[in-house]
């Protein structure tokens, strides 16, 4: 953790922050509309970068009903203002609705209140209306100035002076019913709270043998519903953008008799609170109860889950997703010009990207839009590629066609969990599993690994086989860290005796997905954690992100033993002011002599008299539990394109005989910037670090700046990606 950031890589394009300075500059921070987990996070970079920048931030409390009646309600922050935040579900500023607003009086009454402070810029969390407001607010600006003035209420110069206002919106909303992003502030941590009780419910549902229908939120979107009927494997799922086909009612009962037949004990329905029918009527949950004890006579029960899935301490994913934003949202507001439009700062895969805020939210008014004109098709295409996809996929795995509707295509595809056991793995399987089935393969399971591969621990594995599976930590096929090299002869010689013409591999070097801990409100105390990765510090630094640590220590960036002592002296020097917590984070393989117990040691000595330090090493409890929604989703979704691609590689040499194996015969499936793509091994080597089984390059580490910078360090931050205002298509999100 270098201070002055010297250990930057060489040749980066960076533009330094003090490029982009925000000496003389305002800027106001309000949330607004419904709270979500995740907004503290985004209140908490804004008002830090801004400080960090050399502007003032403002504090807009109660959202555009504070605005607008000013005084106390719009509070200068400092850098403390926003300590131990990150892990508080709300919104610490307050959110209201506002009729006032809405008028132009109010608008101008908001106008006078902002411009006593100098505040030219906003920085707006909320949903498409709390945007679409802050938006009109920037149109109106200089007639609401000029009206001003001819009030008396501010002089000519004053009117030049604030000409114009910069306006930058962040989403929260955990309905993930903006377009333009892949996901909103706020939705993740609902689908935690959403999955944590489908799992508590599974347990009882089982016991006796019931039906559950679970209510979750979505009056206009059905992402929520969509995503966790995935995660859970749900038999059937309600949606506003995608209703049932007519007679979905007997066609449902069947799927549920089907499913006790084959001796499940439980179902589960998943119903989003605005679903529909074709004539966009209603389906409410207690309807669906209805059909099924009058049609089934089966036990069950209707759960509403209400405002639990907004409550809550907000997960890793929205921490990490709304300081990402937050600090874009700064960038985006200092790069400002008068001719910029309003954007939102929006997340498209791995990047953080800026959009022009009314092409979302008209894109988003035209789902509504297809929706009540019963233009369903158009509604899930304007959603994105994404909800889209999850649709699909959801189809795909929740109901199978009949042996006798399946052409068979003679192939025996192998399924293989390797390298250390990971949260998703079995949902990953379930998918490959149920889409190879459904392609008409001959699906087989490897368990225990490349060396049960090697002794033919090799069996036919079917669609009931996988039932339940999204939910379950671990692997159940069985994985181990042995590499195939000593036993290619015998695995050779068991792909011949099984006729295996495809292999899926799930695994890899190292993966693990989950860093717990709960160092808050604790009084002057450090923590010094210990996480796993190998020589990968991405749990450590994304990790460090989440938490709010002071320092994250990792393979990737080399520290010596005057780091570690500046380290300390600039925690020594926090704790002296009102800072009650610090957190220190350490990758387990970043340094050889610089061990967990020497830090802690360190840390422990020089803080003497200002901080105690306790020290955890969390080992293999990262690998363990139930997986997250996001893993769930994500291994359930990659699975299914891998075996797709399989399906179409089989069928490409269908008829050719005798066929070797080529170059993009052998690919990886993952992410890779803002895409999903399969990449050759043999192009992977040259991108490879195998010694210590990391990426040569790690995208992750262009954020290690952003953690320096939120904890008070003097950093650089690479914005060469910033400044691009792109146009949304309903394909690209």
């Known amino acids: 953790m270098d201070a002055d950031d010297s250990r930057a890589p060489k040749g980066s394009l960076r533009k330094f922050l003090e490029h982009l300075s925000g000496a003389g500059k305002a800027i106001g921070v309000l949330t607004s509309g419904g709270d979500a987990q995740g907004m503290n996070a985004a209140v908490r970079a804004v008002v830090r970068m801004g400080i960090y920048v050399g502007a003032k931030v403002y504090f807009i409390y109660e959202g555009y009903q504070g605005m607008v009646d000013g005084g106390a309600n719009i509070a200068e922050a400092d850098w ?104 909103t502030i706020g939705t993740d941590s609902a689908l935690h709270r959403i999955i944590e009780v489908i799992d508590a419910i599974m347990t009882t549902a089982q016991s006796h043998q019931r039906t559950f229908v679970l209510e979750v939120m979505g009056r206009h979107c059905g992402y929520l519903a969509l995503v966790s009927a995935l995660a859970c494997g749900a038999d059937w799922v309600f949606l506003p953008e995608s209703p049932p086909e007519q007679g979905w009612e007997e066609q449902m009962c069947v799927k549920l008799s089907e499913n006790r037949a084959r001796k499940k004990r439980l179902n589960i329905i998943i119903v989003a609170e605005g679903a529909i029918d074709t004539q966009n009527k209603p389906i409410t949950s207690e309807k669906i109860k209805e059909l099924v004890v009058s049609q089934l006579g089966y036990d069950t029960r209707v759960t509403i889950l209400g405002h639990v899935q907004r409550g809550g301490t907000p997960s890793a994913f929205d921490r990490i997703l709304a300081s990402r934003m937050g600090v874009e949202a700064v960038i985006a507001l200092l790069e400002a010009t008068p001719d910029t439009p309003a954007c ?196 450590a630094n994304m990790g460090g992100l989440a938490a709010g640590a002071d320092a994250a220590y990792i393979f990737e960036e080399p520290f010596d033993i005057r780091d570690l002592q500046s380290n300390v002296e600039h925690l020594t020097e926090k704790m002296k002011t009102t800072i009650q917590r610090g957190l220190v984070l350490r990758n387990e393989s970043c340094s050889e002599n610089y061990t967990t117990d020497f830090i802690y040691q360190l840390y422990s000595e020089e803080g003497k008299g200002v901080f105690d330090c306790r020290k955890n090493v969390l080992g293999h409890m990262q690998q363990g539990g139930a997986p997250s929604p996001f893993d769930r989703n994500f291994g359930t979704k990659i699975s299914a394109r891998a075996m797709e691609w399989i399906t179409a590689k089989l069928k490409e040499a269908r008829g050719r005989g005798k066929k070797f194996t080529t170059d993009d015969s052998v690919c990886v499936l993952g992410i890779s910037k803002r895409n999903v793509i399969f990449q050759p091994v043999a192009e992977l080597k040259q991108q490879t670090d195998f010694e210590h089984r990391i990426p040569k390059e790690q995208w992750w580490l262009k954020l290690r700046p952003l953690m320096k910078i939120l904890a008070k360090y003097k950093a650089s931050y690479d914005v060469s990606d910033s400044g691009q205002l792109e146009h949304v298509q309903p394909w690209s999100v």
């Open 344 to 539: 939102v700062v929006s997340l498209n895969g791995n990047h953080a990207v800026r959009l022009p805020l009314m092409e979302c939210v008209q894109m988003t008014q035209d789902v509504q839009k297809a929706m009540d004109e019963r233009r369903f098709q158009d509604a899930v295409r304007l959603r994105g590629r994404s909800f889209a996809g999850n649709l699909n996929t959801y189809k795909r795995l929740a109901i199978k066609l009949p042996d006798d509707q399946i052409p068979k295509t003679n192939c025996n595809v192998a399924v293989i969990n390797v390298g250390a056991p990971a949260a998703g793995m079995n949902a990953a399987v379930r998918s490959a599993v149920r889409v190879g089935i459904a392609d008409g393969h001959r699906m087989l399971a490897i368990y225990d690994g490349f060396d049960g591969f090697a002794k033919g621990q090799i069996k036919e594995i079917g669609w009931t086989d996988v039932g339940g599976w999204t939910g379950q930590g671990g692997s159940i096929l069985g994985t181990k860290r042995i590499l195939p090299g000593k036993y290619l002869e015998e695995i050779a010689t068991q792909m011949r005796t099984h006729s295996i013409n495809a292999l899926l591999i799930i695994g890899g070097f190292e993966t693990c997905d989950r860093i717990k801990q709960s160092a808050s409100g604790t009084k002057r105390r450090v923590f010094i954690i210990e996480t796993m990765g190998g020589y990968c510090g991405y749990l």
């Open 80 to 183: 403390e203002s926003v300590s131990s935040i990150l892990q508080v579900g709300g919104t610490i500023i307050g959110s209201a609705r506002c009729q006032a607003f809405r008028t132009r009086e109010g608008r101008l009454k908001a106008a006078c209140n902002l411009l006593q402070r100098g505040i030219t810029n906003l920085c707006v969390i909320g949903g498409d209306g709390s945007l679409t407001g802050a938006n009109l607010f920037r149109k109106e600006w200089s007639g609401l100035l000029e009206e001003l003035a001819r009030n008396g209420q501010i002089d000519k110069e004053a009117v030049q002076k604030y000409a114009y206002l910069n306006v930058v919106g962040m989403v929260g909303s955990i309905d993930n019913d903006f377009c333009g992003t892949d996901m």
